[in-house]
T-cell receptor
């Protein structure tokens, strides 16, 4: 396994700009997850995909956020009209079915977003 | 509501001393349980996991954790801490039944290791 990769690792933007992050999961992992981690907190679930279908979205995911996984491989997370409160680490994870359960998630290095 | 609690925000130990990080969970049924470690600016690395069976689980880097159903706890231990163990540690839980997609994390415990 080459591991989960995320790009970019760091992003600095001005308030009101749009940003897009990319996540490449471990190959053959059909579930992909997005989490957000603010300073001093544990990661919080945002959304997840099974193949190309987005099956669950947290209420944390406002209408300025959109995530896609068009071909069931990589995923993108876009934030429109960024606000200073969006500054956080965005973590991606992936998992596969083992013994009838998706019970272990493998995390990428994260994208650190700073909104000025 | 499902939750994971790490009562200690920050712990300082001396190198070579033993370590115990506390974790309690509140779930309807016993969840799957995990400990992750995060170095500054990095992602999460899995230290160990508990699904079922033996309540004492061994992980990487010399860490172990003990599941205690009666106390709803899953505490992380290491007999002798190394300076390289300084990092933030997160306990997390996942539903063991249906809808097992969402990891719920505690707020983390920051470990400082004194020489």
């Amino acid at each position: 396994d080459t591991g989960v990769s995320q790009d970019p690792r760091h992003k600095i933007t001005k308030r009101g700009q749009n940003v897009t992050f990319r996540c490449d999961p471990i190959s053959e992992h059909n579930r992909l997850y997005w989490y957000r981690q603010t300073l001093g907190q544990g990661p919080e679930f945002l959304t997840y995909f099974q193949n190309e279908a987005q099956l669950e979205k947290s209420r944390l995911l406002s209408d300025r956020f959109s995530a896609e996984r068009p071909k069931g491989s990589f995923s993108t997370l876009e934030i429109q009209r960024t606000e200073q409160g969006d500054s956080a680490m965005y973590l991606c994870a992936s998992s596969r079915l083992v013994g009838g359960s998706y019970n272990e998630q493998f995390f990428g290095p994260g994208t650190r977003l700073t909104v000025l | 509501a499902q939750s994971v609690t790490q009562p200690d925000i920050h712990i300082t130990v001396s190198e070579g001393a033993s370590l115990e990080l506390r974790c309690n969970y509140s779930y309807g049924a016993t969840p799957y349980l995990f400990w992750y470690v995060q170095s500054p600016g990095q992602g999460l690395q899995l230290l160990l996991k508990y699904f079922s069976g033996d309540t004492l689980v061994q992980g990487i880097k010399g860490f172990e954790a003990e599941f205690k159903r009666s106390q709803s706890s899953f505490n992380l231990r290491k007999p002798s801490v190394h300076w390289s163990d300084a990092a933030e540690y997160f306990c997390a839980a996942l539903n063991s039944g249906g809808s097992n997609y969402k990891l719920t994390f505690g707020k983390g415990t920051l470990l400082t290791v004194n020489p």
